[in-house]
């Protein structure tokens, strides 16, 4: 079946640290693949999405690229800030799926401090 | 913007009682669905709608039922709640199957 997998937390770094949060999935199919992130208090919000092989999808500084060779799309930022402290959702969803379903990692809770 | 709101924030059940979580979306979406989101887990479907009173089982739909008699209000009911109910549930709509899912700020249930 679909899967997601990506890096347990928590993550902790320092302000204007380089950071990477790994995601790789499993899907019998053609997926589109989704960054989503959850501030404290808060519901998901999407962050970025890519829909085909190669798609980089980027927002808010934030930028991952669809690697369909090594069935990853992992999440990186150059330079973190304290506000980006949030846990963040890896999520694929099949072409064809049914209904459009979402199928999530685990999250990664991401701590940034000044 | 598109806004999802959900009936409560925190709400406290005891075992045995029923419950229901109300979820509204604004912006004439087709699809909803409620989540449950648990610790190490992610998030998991529980159910979903794609148009009034239709609905489609996810992958944890036990213990729960759902209703949509309209289409901007989906409702999950547990029927008799127990502990392992315990949970942040959150509900998502989208206007068609490949559109984003926009998601409401969750509701955190605890069953004593």
């Known amino acids: 079946g679909n899967s997601v997998t990506q890096m347990e937390g928590p993550v902790t770094l320092s302000e204007e640290a380089f950071l990477t949060i790994n995601c790789t999935y499993t899907a019998t199919g053609y997926p589109s693949l989704f960054w989503y992130v959850q501030y404290p208090g808060e519901g998901l919000q999407l962050l970025l999405k890519?829909?085909?092989?190669?798609d980089k999808g980027s927002n808010k500084g934030f930028e991952a690229t669809y690697r369909k060779e090594t069935t990853s799309f992992h999440l990186e930022k150059g330079s973190v800030q304290v506000s980006d402290s949030a846990v963040y959702f890896c999520a694929l969803r099949e072409l064809g799926g049914s209904q459009g379903n979402l199928i999530f990692g685990k999250g990664t809770k991401l701590s940034v401090k000044p | 913007d598109v806004k999802v709101t959900q009936s409560s924030r925190y709400l406290v059940k005891r075992t045995g009682e029923k419950v229901f979580l109300e979820c509204v979306q604004d912006m004439d979406h087709e699809n909803m669905f409620w989540y449950r989101q648990d610790p190490g887990l992610g998030l998991r479907l529980i159910y979903f709608?794609?148009?009034?009173?239709?609905?489609e089982k996810g992958d944890i739909p036990e213990g729960y039922s759902v209703s949509r008699e309209k289409k901007e209000r989906f409702s999950l009911i547990l029927e008799s709640a127990s502990t392992n109910q315990t949970s942040m549930y959150l509900c998502a709509s989208s206007g068609s199957p490949t559109d984003t899912q926009y998601f409401g700020p969750g509701t955190r249930l605890t069953v004593l």
């Open positions: 890519a829909t085909k092989a190669d």
């Open positions: 709608s794609y148009d009034v009173k239709m609905k």
